[in-house]
Structures are given as structure tokens and as C-alpha cells.
């Protein structure tokens, strides 16, 4: 009743904050074990899940940086260190950078978050026989609990970002072979190494039952148990603001009249996290590997239209949720803006106005000769250019500043204490990135 009463009296002082409320669209989070948690949290800072032990999922979706690792285009395998920091290992070379920003895991927990990556190629399908669509086949995404845990099978499948190269261990030779899932797979390679350590194999059986096998599917279970509990951020100013908890700052409740309203921001970043879950292209320009068809010679991103094959499709992304947005850059698929206020400034006036500065982009120490192509490729920059959908906006210096104040509204940092943080010391024994 207690809370009944705050949203009548919110709505009629803020009425525009609550329209969450209105639309019933309050977020519903998945429940876990602690047990669970716990053991994933260990395994998600854990190099003994990558090829050549030398890389977790941790080292690119660091609490330091926002859950992501503060560049434009990370350096998974082959690198050494963390965060802009990280530089190419000149005794294991990278082969090339990832193509896309690593993105942030705020939220994942919520049920609403069914489409995985920037280009959604993994995402929740009712009408698929495993209810999940993927480029892997349907044989591969039995056992999975939810999306969430089923897009860890891609990073450690990847050569680039933590299966490693050719020879270079047997993860990756299985890898190469395509030999991912089954006896003597890559994924089965992974499950034994975990079950060979004591500590993993009687947490394991805690929750699976004594004897019972380690499959991948149940480290993948357990890592996003730990993804969906650390990382709820939902107890920022602006959901406080929604429960009528405490008010909006002046600057922000004026931010968020400009995001609803004239900047028409929320026609993409809409509901409770502020994403439709849907793609769209902004024109951002290109740089760094990209992913095209296996045929094209280019360093160009196709976006989802690599995934459906749509014309329509190529050169969008995913609309990420923004919350704790002013935490987790550089932004865009693939990081082209450090600054939050300079991807606004360029999102609202779109391709048309917006001089990009290459200056500013932050990429980890590599010698990729390859990293401009597609900026300096006419065509490709027409063509990017030709998917954009972003309206073009004018906006004062006054509304900018009230929109960057709403977005900093969006920021919950609760997760900071109440979380499990960074392991000192994880089973396997191996270096923990801190």
C-alpha cells in the first residue's frame, strides 16, 4: 500500500517519471544460489578458461572500467595487461584487435535483456526447437538456462579472444578442426581442465550432485548466475525518482523532458533500461578489423545485416541499455567516442555536422597497419553513412548539459559494495587480473 501511495503522488508532481510505472514494465530479475554465484564469480576471473590459460572473462568485463575494459577495441589473446593499459604480448603476438567494443553486463539478470551482442546473433527464439537462435546450430545450445548463459560458448571459442591460435594448445587446435561440442570438443576440453582442480570439482558437485559430470553448459550456468546477481544496477536516482523516493534534480528532470521530447532519444532508448532491443544504424564511423562475409577483403562492420542478410539490417546495431552509461566507455559498437557528451553530440547531429576525431579513439599499443581501411574507403563511408536512421537535432550548450545530467541519472554504483568484487586468489591458481 506503502508504495501505491508513492506512485499516485509521483505521478501527480512527476508525471513524466512514471511512466514506467504506468506501462507496468517494472523490471523482473532472475533468482540464483549463492552457491551458484560463487562459484561463477570464480570462474569468471579464472584464465583456465581460455586457451592458454592466460586470459578470463574478467580481463575484458573488468568491475575497474565499468564491466567492460576501457577501450575502443580490445586485444583478447596475445595481449598483457589490463584496461588502455593492455599491450600486444611481442612473445605471442595478436593475430588482430576484436572487432567490437566490449560491451557492458549492467543488468543482464533482467529477463527483458533476450538478444545478446552488438549484432544480436545469439538471442531467445520461442519458435526454435532449443528456444534460442544461433549461428552455432540448435545442436548446440541444449543445456544453456537462459541467453545469458548461453553466450559464453562464443568467447572461448574464439581464436581472437580466448581459445587462442592454430597450435598453440589444444582448445584451440580443437577449435580449428570444428570440433567444438562433443567428446573431445573444445567445450569438453574446457569442462575437464575445471573438473581436474579439487576446489571446482566439490563445488561442482555441491550443486550438480556427487558424480555427476562437469559439463560446459554448467560453467556457462554458473557464469551468468554471477553476471545477473553482481551486476544489478536498478537504485539509481532515476528509478528513486520513479518510486517517488527522491526527485530528480532540476538539471536532470530537464534532461529527461529533452530525451523523451525534442532530442527523441527514447524512440530507441525506451522502457525501464532505455533500449528497445532492437537495431539501428547512427552512421559511426569504421575502423579497426570489422566483420563482413568471409569473402569480403575489407575492414568493414555489416552489423545485423551480417546476421539476417537483410538489406535493411546492414550497418545497425543493437540499442545498448543505458544505464550506468557514464562508467562504461568509449561507446558505439566499436568504442569510436571516449567522451559521453561527443557520442551525444554526434548521435544527434548525426553524419551530417559531426567532425569525428580519430585523436580521441582509444586503442591498446598493436601494430595493425589495417586499423583505417574502412574510414578512409569512400564507398564504405557512403554506405555506412546511407544506413543511418538518427535524426538530426540542434541542441544548446544548456540542453546538452541537462541531457548528459539525466544520463548521469541513470547511474547506479550500489553494485561497488554490495557485490563480490575481484577474487584475490581463484582455484586454479592462476594470475587474477586486479
Excluded at 24 to 35: A, C, I, K, L, M
Aim: one cysteine or more; hydrophobic letters at 40%.
Amino acid at each position: 500500500m506503502k508504495q501505491s501511495w508513492l506512485i499516485i503522488l509521483a505521478s501527480a508532481v512527476f508525471p513524466s517519471l512514471c511512466q514506467a510505472y504506468d506501462n507496468d514494465d517494472r523490471p523482473v530479475f532472475s533468482t540464483h544460489d549463492y552457491e551458484a554465484v560463487e562459484l561463477g564469480w570464480l570462474l569468471f576471473y579464472d584464465p583456465i578458461l581460455s586457451g592458454n590459460r592466460n586470459i578470463s572473462c574478467g580481463t575484458c568485463h573488468h568491475p575497474k572500467f565499468g564491466t567492460a575494459d576501457g577501450v575502443a577495441l580490445s586485444l583478447g589473446e596475445g595481449g598483457i595487461g589490463l584496461g588502455p593499459e593492455r599491450i600486444a604480448d611481442p612473445k605471442n603476438m595478436p593475430e588482430q584487435r576484436i572487432p567490437r567494443n566490449a560491451p557492458a553486463l549492467f543488468n543482464l539478470g533482467a529477463e527483458e535483456f533476450q538478444v545478446m551482442f552488438h549484432d544480436g546473433r545469439l538471442e531467445a527464439d520461442p519458435t526454435q526447437p532449443g528456444g534460442m537462435r544461433t549461428p552455432l546450430g540448435q545442436d548446440m545450445v541444449a543445456g544453456f538456462d537462459s541467453v545469458l548463459s548461453a553466450q559464453a560458448m562464443f568467447p572461448v571459442l574464439s581464436p581472437d579472444e580466448m581459445a587462442g591460435h592454430y597450435s598453440e594448445n589444444e582448445i584451440a587446435q580443437a577449435v580449428r578442426l570444428g570440433r567444438l561440442s562433443g567428446e573431445g570438443g573444445a567445450w569438453d576440453l574446457i569442462s575437464q581442465r575445471v573438473s581436474d582442480i579439487p576446489e571446482y570439482e566439490q563445488r561442482f558437485a555441491a550443486l550438480l550432485g556427487p558424480g555427476e559430470p562437469v559439463e560446459f553448459t554448467d560453467i556457462a550456468n554458473v557464469l551468468a548466475a554471477f553476471i545477473a546477481e553482481e551486476w544489478r544496477a536498478d537504485e539509481s536516482p532515476y528509478d528513486l525518482a520513479l518510486t517517488g523516493e527522491k526527485p530528480l534534480s532540476d538539471a536532470a528532470q530537464r534532461g529527461q523532458d529533452i530525451f523523451t521530447g525534442k532530442a527523441q532519444c527514447s524512440s530507441c532508448h525506451s522502457g525501464r533500461f532505455q533500449t528497445n532491443h532492437s537495431f539501428h544504424g547512427i552512421g559511426i564511423p569504421q575502423f579497426g578489423p570489422g566483420k563482413a562475409a568471409r569473402f569480403e577483403s575489407h575492414n568493414r562492420d555489416e552489423g545485423r545485416g551480417r546476421v539476417t542478410g537483410q538489406l535493411a539490417d546492414f550497418y545497425t546495431f543493437r540499442t545498448p541499455s543505458l544505464r550506468n552509461v557514464t562508467l562504461t566507455g568509449p561507446y558505439g559498437h566499436n568504442g569510436a567516442f571516449t567522451d559521453l557528451r561527443e557520442m551525444v553530440a554526434f548521435h544527434t547531429q548525426a553524419v551530417s555536422e559531426h567532425e569525428f576525431d580519430q585523436e580521441q579513439v582509444v586503442l591498446p599499443v598493436f601494430d595493425a597497419p589495417n586499423d583505417w581501411d574502412a574510414f578512409t574507403d569512400q564507398q564504405a563511408v557512403a554506405d555506412i553513412k546511407a544506413a543511418s536512421s538518427a535524426p538530426v537535432i540542434s541542441l544548446s550548450e544548456g540542453e546538452m548539459d541537462d541531457l548528459i545530467a539525466f544520463l548521469d541519472a541513470l547511474t547506479d554504483v550500489n553494485w561497488r559494495t554490495r557485490g563480490l568484487g575481484v577474487p584475490e586468489a581463484v582455484p586454479s591458481g592462476l594470475p587474477v587480473d586486479r
